[in-house]
């Protein structure tokens, strides 16, 4: 990932913290609240690395008052991962396991895993 001040750029995937705006390819403007951009921010500084909701949950959407915001969680971490999944033309996706959580993924370093391997054999 390469940090320019307020911008952070995975792949083709830009996020503006500046502003809460995350681009994918071509510029195409995702749309997310500021809880969804913080998530796929934690998401994609952490790319190849999985987060359980537990964390992004605990992390974001719960709250000191005892209000439980978990279906808001869930329905936002849905929305996310539709969202860059469908922008991404299998150039960005997120990936979702029950046991490991979100994972943040580049094509390249999909590929990279892959001719890392290739070169281990």
């Excluded at 279906?71 to 996310?80: D, G, M, P, S, T």
């Excluded at 991404?88 to 029950?98: Q, R």
Aim: charged share 30%.
């Amino acid at each position: 990932m390469t940090a320019l001040n307020n911008l952070r750029i995975a792949g083709p995937l830009t996020l503006d913290s500046h502003s809460n705006r995350a681009y994918i390819v071509s510029h195409t403007e995702l749309d997310f609240t500021p809880d969804e951009f913080e998530a796929l921010y934690m998401l994609a500084t952490r790319e190849d690395v999985p987060i359980s909701f537990k964390q992004l949950y605990c992390s974001l959407w719960e709250r000191e008052d005892g209000i439980c915001r978990r279906e808001e969680a869930r329905e936002a971490l849905n929305k996310i991962v539709e969202e860059v999944n469908a922008a991404g033309n299998g150039f960005v996706w997120i990936e979702y396991s029950p046991l490991a959580g979100y994972t943040f993924r580049t094509r390249w370093a999909h590929n990279r895993d892959k001719w890392m391997q290739r070169d281990l054999e």
